[in-house]
């Protein structure tokens, strides 16, 4: 029997539906290591992921959310018992740290898009002009055309990241921006907001938009903190894990 | 490769206020590549990539995840093979 983990909180939570676990399974919130942990209880290792599977994780997550502001588990976690409490004994500062900072927040996530026209490319005004180039050249060219324009838009992500940083500073409490995760993404942002912070954040990045007008977003929330949870890092760093 | 953004959000601007695909997406992106993990015993002893991590997130989580992933097993010069294989070898 293995615990199926969707997420931790450092109050009592009160789960009103019970049986909408992963795979229908009961949820239930126990008491561990002075941590309450949100579990269902499962036979397989490993929970398969399928719409229904990762909807339910949220969904419990969510729910809990709405008594506290959990630590969310990445999908999939199924551990032991004596693992679990292991786990909790071992990081139990750095978890109550954790919980101090993400308290009375939520996630706020922010993407931004390559326009399909790429008037962020500067590459492109130069793309006319040796069409009728020799193959060789044409190929340097291209490749430096590809080279510059990959600078130019690393550099213009940057210069985005910031401005974004700056016009919602007064409102996020932290901040998670990644420079260019995929090909069509510019940034992809996630805040940390105070739950009495939430309207005029939105308020701040509406006006932000608006000075990008060329932009295109995609921006939801609020999220339980996924993107503020993991404490990871601080564990590999404290044991010299490498 | 491309994370699953690349396929729809081409030329959008969309507000998520409801369910709708871009929210599973979004889903998605938060539930399998954020979150806390517990990292095992064996994971710590053998290499720093969890192993719930490789088994599960990577054959179904972002390909930006798995890159990740893959791009410190190469630099740690760790052979593409399962911490558990590595494990048992050892």
């Known amino acids: 029997m293995r615990l199926y983990i969707y997420c931790l909180a450092d109050t009592l939570i009160h789960l009103e539906n019970s049986g909408n676990g992963v795979g229908g399974k009961g949820v239930e919130s126990v008491e561990l290591e002075e941590f309450v942990v949100v579990i269902s209880r499962v036979e397989e290792e490993i929970v398969a992921a399928t719409r229904e599977t990762i909807l339910a994780h949220d969904r419990v997550v969510r729910a809990a959310m709405k008594d506290t502001t959990p630590l969310p588990f990445r999908f999939g976690t199924a551990v032991t018992q004596e693992s679990l409490a292991s786990y909790l004994n071992a990081r139990r500062k750095s978890l109550v740290e954790r919980f101090a900072e993400i308290r009375d927040c939520v996630e706020m996530s922010v993407k931004i898009i390559r326009p399909t026209d790429s008037q962020l490319d500067p590459s492109h005004a130069a793309m006319s002009t040796l069409d009728s180039a020799k193959p060789g050249t044409a190929f340097l060219v291209a490749k430096r055309r590809a080279l510059l324009g990959e600078e130019s838009l690393t550099e213009q992500a940057g210069e985005i990241a910031g401005q974004l940083s700056a016009r919602m500073k007064g409102v996020v409490k932290r901040e998670q921006v990644t420079l260019q995760p995929t090909q069509k993404l510019v940034i992809a942002a996630a805040f940390l907001v105070r739950r009495s912070d939430e309207l005029e954040y939105k308020r701040e990045l509406a006006a932000f938009r608006q000075e990008r007008p060329e932009l295109h977003f995609l921006t939801s929330g609020p999220w339980p903190p996924y993107s503020f949870a993991n404490i990871d890092l601080e564990f590999k760093s404290h044991f010299g894990v490498s | ?90």
Do not use: C, W, Y
Request: glycine share 6%.
């Open chain 2, 1 to 90: 490769m491309s994370s699953p953004f690349d396929q729809v959000l081409i030329g959008s601007d969309v507000q998520l206020t409801d369910e709708s695909e871009l929210s599973l997406l979004e889903t998605l992106d938060h539930v399998l590549n954020r979150g806390l993990v517990i990292a095992g015993e064996i994971t710590i002893a053998v290499a720093d990539v969890d192993l719930i991590f490789v088994g599960l997130n990577v054959l179904i989580s972002s390909v930006e995840t798995a890159n990740e992933v893959l791009r410190e097993r190469e630099r740690r010069g760790i052979a593409a093979v399962s911490p558990a294989k590595q494990a048992a070898d050892q």
